[in-house]
C-alpha cells in the first residue's frame, strides 16, 4: 500500500495519519496574518495576538517619553517650578497633593495671569517723567466716601477735616453685613498698626496681628495664636508670622491652622485659618510690598480682599526688585495699575516724610504713603 506524505494527486491514496491536517490551518492562518496583517486597524491586530495566549507580533510606539521633570512641569503651577532641584516620585505625589488642596480655596478666584507692564510715561526715557505719573496717581483718590472709618474710631462719621494717615471707606453697601462674620489681618513690625487693630476690633472683627519680631506670639502653628486686647473690648490673635510673595519650593502636607514657616503668602494664611475673605487688611511690608501686591495681583488673591490700607516705600527699588531707576519706577506704577485693574480703587493717601526717592532727593514726592483702597468688584 502506497503511503502519501503530503497530498497525493490524482489516483493517490488517502491520508491514513491525522498530522498533516492538524498543520494547514496554523499555516494558513500564518499566511493571513503576513499577508494582510500590516493593514488591519491597530485594535483588530491587537485582538489576534491575545487570541488563544499567541503572540504574532508586537507594535513599538516611536514617540519620544517625556522625561520626569517635563512631566512635573505640565502637571505643576509655573511659579512653582524648581531649579535644579531632583525630587523622588514620592515627595512629588505628596507636593502634587498639597498643591491641590491649596487650590481647592481659589477655586472662587480669577485666573492667575501674569502682571502687564506699563507703556513708558515718555518717549524718552525720563526719571522725571516716570515719577510724576506715580504720584499724580497715589495722590488723587479715584472715589469719595460720605462716611469713613478713622484711625482709632470704630464709628462711623464723615471725612475728617485734618487728613489722617488712613480711611476705611465705610459706605454701608462696602461693611460687612450684620450676620457675616469681620475678619481683619494685620501685619507691621514698628507698631504702627495699632490705631488700626483699635478700630477694627471695636467692629466686633475677628482680628490676627501677624509680626515676625514678636517673640510672644505663635509661630508657625496658627492655631496656638496669643490673643492681646486692643481697646473697645476686641482681642486680637498675634502671629510669628511675616508675608512672602515667592511660593515655597519645598512644601509638605499642611492641615488647618499649620502652616510650618514664619513666612507665607496671603493666601495660605488665609487657608490655614479658615477665611475665605478678609475684610480689612493693613500692610506695612517695609520695602516688600511691591513683589506681595505683584503675588496678589497675579494669583487672584485680591478677590479676596475687601479693604487694604498699604504704606509704600519708595527710597530704593525693594527686595528682589532691578533695573535702572526709571525701569524700577515703570515696574511701581505697573503694579499700581494692577491693583486698579484687580478692583481697588483709592479712597485716601496720606504723604510720609522725607524726599528721597531711590536715593534721590525728590522736591515733589515723599518718600512713603499710606494708602487707602477699597474693592469694587465686592
Known amino acids: 500500500m502506497r503511503t502519501c506524505v503530503w497530498w497525493c494527486g490524482r489516483g493517490g491514496l488517502p491520508f491514513r495519519s491525522g498530522l498533516p491536517l492538524l498543520l494547514i490551518p496554523p499555516f494558513l492562518l500564518a499566511l493571513q496574518l503576513l499577508v494582510v496583517g500590516p493593514w488591519l486597524p491597530r485594535a483588530a491586530r491587537m485582538g489576534m495576538e491575545e487570541q488563544e495566549g499567541a503572540v504574532a507580533f508586537s507594535v513599538i510606539s516611536i514617540e519620544p517619553e517625556r522625561s520626569s521633570r517635563q512631566r ?23 507636593g502634587a497633593r498639597a498643591y491641590e488642596d491649596e487650590n481647592e480655596m481659589h477655586s472662587s478666584q480669577v485666573r492667575s495671569r501674569p502682571l502687564e507692564l506699563q507703556p513708558w510715561a515718555a518717549d524718552k526715557l525720563s526719571f522725571s517723567a516716570e515719577l510724576n505719573r506715580i504720584v499724580t ?32 471707606c465705610a459706605e454701608e453697601w462696602l461693611l ?7 475678619v481683619a489681618y494685620s501685619f507691621s513690625m514698628d507698631g504702627g498698626d ?8 471695636g467692629l466686633e472683627c475677628e482680628v490676627h496681628s501677624f509680626d515676625p519680631s514678636n517673640s510672644n506670639a505663635s509661630g508657625g502653628h496658627l492655631g496656638n495664636s496669643l490673643a492681646s486686647n486692643h481697646g473697645n473690648g476686641g482681642v486680637a490673635s498675634q502671629h510669628k508670622m511675616w508675608l512672602e510673595w515667592r ?15 514664619v513666612s507665607q503668602t496671603l493666601a495660605d494664611i488665609m487657608a490655614a485659618l479658615g477665611h475665605h475673605t478678609v475684610h480689612f487688611l493693613y500692610v506695612d511690608l ?18 479676596s480682599v475687601r479693604h ?3 504704606t509704600v516705600h519708595l527710597q530704593w527699588a525693594g527686595f528682589e526688585v532691578g533695573g535702572t531707576n526709571e525701569e524700577v519706577l515703570r515696574y511701581w506704577f505697573s503694579v499700581l ?30 518718600s512713603s504713603y499710606t494708602l487707602s483702597w477699597v474693592n469694587m468688584r465686592h
Open 72 to 94: 512635573e512641569t505640565l502637571s505643576r503651577r509655573p511659579d512653582l517650578a524648581e531649579e535644579g532641584e531632583e525630587v523622588e516620585d514620592g515627595k512629588r505625589m505628596e
Open 137 to 168: 496717581y497715589i495722590t488723587r483718590p479715584q472715589l469719595n466716601c460720605s462716611r469713613v472709618l478713622s484711625p482709632g474710631l470704630a464709628q462711623v462719621s464723615r471725612p475728617p477735616a485734618a487728613s489722617p494717615v488712613w480711611l476705611l
Open 176 to 182: 460687612p453685613a450684620a450676620d457675616t462674620p469681620c
Open 194 to 201: 495699632a490705631d488700626f487693630l483699635k478700630t477694627v476690633s
Open 247 to 261: 511660593a515655597p519650593r519645598k512644601r509638605k502636607h499642611k492641615t488647618r491652622g499649620n502652616l510650618g514657616s
Open 286 to 303: 517695609l520695602s516688600a510690598e511691591w513683589r506681595v501686591f505683584q503675588n496678589w495681583i497675579e494669583t487672584g488673591t485680591l478677590q
Open 308 to 310: 487694604l490700607v498699604a
Open 337 to 366: 495699575q494692577g491693583l486698579q485693574d484687580s478692583g481697588l480703587k483709592l479712597v485716601h493717601s496720606s504723604a510720609g516724610e522725607g524726599h528721597s526717592v531711590l536715593k534721590q532727593t525728590a522736591a515733589n514726592a515723599h
